[in-house]
């Protein structure tokens, strides 16, 4: 039997940074789980993130935004930068494509972080010894690796008839599961149980 589970998310997205640490605990608990990271670069500069939106993910579940993040929540957003360094990690460096999502995720909703310089990706990808090239640093356009991810979240969306994100996708042999990630934000280890009744099955 084989399983993967596939993460459709986006770093400035609140509701993916509410559900990575369901992603984290998995990691942890079920290393037989191959886990998929596509960053869907949703957020491309012309969006922003509303207070309504904040609230509701605060409601739900545990994670915090600081006064730095808040103070910016009317700013556009824009995650090319980071779906190009998560997408050169993801490919080259997979073990640590989770570390730096979290790093990142981190910089993002808890310092305040826009991450739309280089500066602000170097300490990260220096802490974890991830050296990308030139290329994975830019925020003009997607590399070719993004695009690829971007182009895999599509496909995979047209079949789960959704754009939501994020959205977890459990995938055993030729059964492709849609994980309900909004039932396990208060208590991530409840998704492990949830992942184990489907591989019992």
């Given at each position: ?20 640490p369901l ?12 886990i998929?990271?596509w ?5 491309d500069?012309?969006?922003d ?13 545990p ?42 995720q ?53 079949i ?12 055993i ?29």
């Amino acid at each position: 039997m084989t399983a993967d589970l596939f993460f459709i998310y986006d770093t400035h997205c609140p509701w993916s940074y509410a559900a990575t640490p369901l992603v984290d605990e998995i990691a942890q608990q079920l290393p037989e789980v191959s886990i998929h990271f596509w960053h869907s670069a949703f957020f491309d500069g012309d969006n922003d993130v509303k207070k309504a939106q904040i609230e509701a993910v605060q409601a739900l579940s545990p994670v915090s935004f600081s006064h730095a993040y808040l103070a910016k929540l009317s700013e556009t957003k824009d995650s090319t930068l980071a779906a190009n360094v998560l997408a050169w990690t993801n490919h080259k460096a997979p073990d640590k494509t989770l570390a730096l999502l979290k790093a990142i995720q981190e910089a993002h909703f808890q310092q305040g972080l826009s991450l739309t310089s280089a500066e602000d990706i170097y300490p990260l990808l220096e802490k974890l010894k991830l050296s990308p090239p030139a290329k994975s640093l830019t925020i003009e356009k997607l590399t070719k690796d993004a695009e690829f991810d971007v182009h895999e979240v599509f496909d995979m969306q047209e079949i789960i008839n959704t754009k939501a994100i994020p959205a977890l996708l459990l995938a055993i042999n030729e059964n492709l599961i849609l994980l309900n990630h909004n039932l396990y934000l208060e208590k991530p280890a409840a998704i492990v149980d949830a992942i184990e009744l489907e591989l019992a099955k």
